[in-house]
């Protein structure tokens, strides 16, 4: 079963244009030039419940405006969305009882209460019995550390501190669906891995499907098997990180440190037909270059490991980051 499902989903904005100089900000006071933006642009997507989904882009490539026609901020210009059943604009009131939301520089917690007080208000606004509620919310406490943190306002936390309540606060009424808009950003490695832990224990214990924004691309990695990526409005790759660094990640690099010195052409010999050129880095360095799609390590392995010493490996190749880089500095098209 689909959690979205959206096809030719468009949202286009009308935007003032001035003219020129004095004159045209004269005649921009008794008549007014305007433009369309298309922010984004005929797009289909699917998630099926319970997926982990990255969806990645530069700024301005629309994704917070996707993001707010799946929440039902924005209504589209054209195309056709459900999430969760629902048509997220007009069935507002049904459909927000079935997210969750987490945007990083904005709170849903009140500022000069106490953490536990936004919970509370939280309980009424979406009916969640006191059984249930209790029981869902100890549960958060533990896993996400914030018992200590329940008595507090919440503008005397740190960022860190206010990203795990924030978490808790999104998920209080089990929602089958949460979004997540750069939910590490500004958080030190320690918090921002055991955020990812929580994110992980949720999907797998409650089936809790999650779409990430995020120009963390270290979140994907951590989180997500399937990668969106926007570019101008338009989805230009939909599919495993695993593909895309097949299909961009370049040439792998295996860096071997032999007991004992080898010459290149015995090396050379040794993996003949698999696509390898080999380097001399020092007395008992090499670097095997594998040209992309022609062969795997493992192959390259095989072949030398019956009849040379390898002392120590490091494989070397294309971080995410650096492949989605590529993709938009060089203007790639990739679906």
């Known amino acids: 079963m689909?959690?979205?499902?959206?096809?030719?989903?468009?949202?286009?904005?009308?935007?003032?244009?001035?003219?020129?100089?004095?004159?045209?900000?004269?005649?921009?006071?008794?008549?007014?030039?305007?433009?369309?933006?298309?922010?984004?642009?005929?797009?289909?997507?699917?998630?099926?419940?319970?997926?982990?989904?990255?969806?990645?882009?530069?700024?301005?490539?629309?994704?917070?405006?996707?993001?707010?026609?799946?929440?039902?901020?924005?209504?589209?210009?054209?195309?056709?969305?459900?999430?969760?059943?629902?048509?997220?604009?007009?069935?507002?009131e049904k459909f927000v009882k079935t997210i969750g939301v987490v945007f990083g520089q904005r709170s849903q917690l009140w500022w000069d209460i106490a953490v536990q007080e936004s919970f509370r208000l939280l309980q009424k606004v979406y009916q969640i019995p006191a059984d249930q509620y209790k029981k869902h919310l100890d549960r958060m406490i533990e896993v996400l550390d914030i018992g200590s943190l329940l008595d507090q306002p919440v503008r005397k936390l740190s960022l860190g501190q206010r990203m795990r309540c924030e978490l808790a606060a999104s998920l209080i009424h089990r929602p089958s669906l949460l979004f997540l808009d750069e939910p590490t950003i500004g958080l030190d490695v320690l918090v921002k891995e055991n955020i990812r832990q929580f994110l992980k224990e949720i999907n797998r214990e409650f089936g809790t499907t999650i779409l990430l924004t995020t120009h963390d691309l270290s979140d994907i990695e951590a989180l997500c098997?399937?990668?969106?990526?926007?570019?101008?409005?338009?989805?230009?790759?939909?599919?495993?990180?695993?593909?895309?660094?097949?299909?961009?990640?370049?040439?792998?690099?295996?860096?071997?440190?032999?007991?004992?010195?080898?010459?290149?052409?015995?090396?050379?010999?040794?993996?003949?037909?698999?696509?390898?050129?080999?380097e001399k880095r020092g007395p008992r360095q090499y670097t095997a270059h594998l040209r992309n799609g022609e062969t795997t390590v493992s192959e390259v392995l095989s072949r030398l490991v019956q009849h040379v010493p390898i002392q120590e490996m490091q494989i070397e190749e294309a971080s995410t980051e650096e492949i989605v880089r590529k993709i938009y500095s060089e203007g790639m098209t990739v679906a």
């Open 225 to 278: 098997s399937r990668v969106v990526m926007l570019d101008q409005g338009k989805i230009i790759y939909d599919g495993s990180l695993t593909q895309l660094r097949t299909m961009w990640g370049g040439n792998k690099k295996v860096h071997l440190e032999m007991e004992q010195e080898v010459m290149l052409i015995d090396l050379e010999a040794r993996t003949d037909g698999l696509g390898v050129s080999w």
């Open 2 to 92: 689909l959690s979205i499902e959206a096809h030719g989903l468009t949202k286009e904005f009308k935007v003032y244009q001035s003219r020129p100089g004095l004159t045209g900000a004269f005649r921009d006071l008794f008549s007014r030039q305007y433009r369309i933006i298309r922010a984004v642009d005929s797009i289909n997507l699917e998630i099926s419940e319970g997926e982990m989904v990255g969806y990645i882009g530069e700024n301005g490539a629309g994704k917070s405006t996707t993001i707010k026609m799946l929440t039902g901020i924005l209504q589209p210009t054209a195309g056709q969305l459900k999430v969760n059943g629902f048509d997220p604009h007009r069935e507002r």
